[in-house]
């Protein structure tokens, strides 16, 4: 059982943010797979998955933005109707609270992957251990 | 504990108010037989200098302001003529002229020598080096460090302010053991430091730093003593009393020793102009007790401060002021409530989670935002985390203050970066 990296990304909610942050991935040609915005009253928090995390944040931090690299967990789920109520629910039969989620929709509609940050990643993926579920691989994320 | 003129800065308290006494005398008489505007004021106030018997009987006398310093302007407060004078300082004033001061050798020499004393007080002395990264020119602050260090036996660097990598490099090169600074400078170059990945204790020579000219609080004093590894010491002085040196720390860092041999202090109710009991907060008078070319009677400095009228550990009996809490006019109102920018200051530096830069922002009278910088290292991709700090902020202002701000978080690095005093309050208010 793999887990994977998010990157978030403080931003305040001003025109033009977003834009920052993605020039700099798209200049470095790192590829976005997922991404999801969260925003409250005046600021808010941008979330991606990238082929090369490590390299992402890397050069992220260098120009200046406020960073960081989080775990997470991508379960695969059926691209069809009740696709991710079948993956949610066994998350929350676990006691698995999602802190924060995206999707990761791959090889073109075949498969989709629900990707959470969760309060305990390691104890989320030991208590997600027996379900009958798959995993997205770090190797898989290109 | 080192002294430079044991003597004068251990003389007992009795002997130090009869010697203040003989000198306010002396001064009181020159202003009044050679300053015109110093006579017509005593005359307008029905008071000679021969009817001031004691030091308490200062408070007859007329209070002279900055706009005192524009009548006659720019000789008019002289007692002595242009031939004696040779330097001036100016300090900029709101008027658009500035406040010029004017130096003759003597005050030069002396103010060398109230420098002097601070800097052995707090351990510097001859075979050191200070980097002195106060700005060069019609401002007081580096000019009067400059004279003092050298009269200790101090290596002076006369670095000025701004070019952040070359004040590095001198302080690498050279082994700079002290530094004379603004806050908001000092940090600025503190985090400079630390983001070219320099290890401040292994890297340099750096002792102490002397902060002055701006105010900043005791949170941010303990931020830059961490970042840089040494110990720093509040300076307080004013252009009009000579610049730096009027008031400075001894290593017990709990209060401005202010040296009454030379300067007379009062605290008064900026309001009412009467004095206020003892330790209590007021605004700071100064009257100069050892100044040749231009003494100023009963100064309205417009910071404010208390006395600190216990005696000092340090043996000195010169009595100390708390750093400056404010000045009258940094101080605004919002909602009725009298506030200053160190309070919001001191407030934002003990929060985990905010960084060094802030400032106020004035939009209307019953409202202030606060507009706040994040730590990038302790954020953690959680916006709970975020919502948590704001509402700290928020909480920690309202119970300080009595007024809800409005707070805004920011990217690190988005309000402007000072490489001379900060500029905290942006008050865009009409009337």
Known sequence: MDKVYIISVFAENKPGRLERVTKVLAEANINILAFSITSTNGFGVIKFMVNRCQE?????????????????????????????????????SKGINIESASVYVAETRKKAYLIVEVEDTAKAMESLKEENLKFLKPQEIV | MPFWNKEIETLERKKLRELQFERLQKTLRKVYQKVPHYKTKFNQAKIKPSD??????????????????????????????????????????????????????????????????????????????????MTYGLFTGAFVMHYGAEKVGILVIPAGPGNTERQINLMRDFGTNMLHITPSYALYLASVIYDKGFDPKRDFKLKRAYLGAEPYSEETRRKIENMLGIDIYNCYGLTEMNGPGVGFECPYKSGLHIWEDNFLMEIINPETGEPVPEGEIGELVLTTLNREAMPLIRYRTRD??????????????????????????????????????????????SIKGVAQNYQIVLESYDEMTIKVEIDRELFDGKIERLVKLKEEIIDKIRSATMVKPKVELLEPGTLPVSEGKAKRVIDNRTI
């Open chain 2, 304 to 349: 404010l401060t208390r006395v600190i009228p216990e005696p000092c550990s340090c043996g000195r009996t010169h009595r100390r002021i708390t750093r400056i809490l404010g000045r009258s006019d940094d101080m605004f109102i919002v909602k009725g409530v009298n506030i200053f920018p160190q309070q919001i200051e001191q407030i934002l530096m």
């Open chain 2, 52 to 133: 001031i018997k004691n030091l308490e009987d200062i408070y007859k006398l007329p209070f002279t302001t900055k706009e005192d310093l524009y009548v006659d302007y720019p000789f008019g407060l002289l007692t002595v003529s242009i031939d004696k004078l040779i330097r001036l300082h100016t300090s900029s004033g709101t008027t658009g002229k500035p406040k010029a001061i004017f130096f003759s050798k003597k005050d030069i020499n002396n103010s060398a020598e109230l420098i002097a004393r601070c800097l052995v007080m707090t351990g510097a002395q001859r075979g050191e080096i200070l980097q002195n990264s």
């Open chain 1, 56 to 92: 992402a944040y890397k050069l992220l931090k260098e120009k200046g933005f406020t960073v960081s690299l989080n775990e997470a967990i991508g379960i695969e789920m059926k691209d069809q109707p009740g696709g991710l109520y079948e993956v949610v629910k066994i998350l929350s």
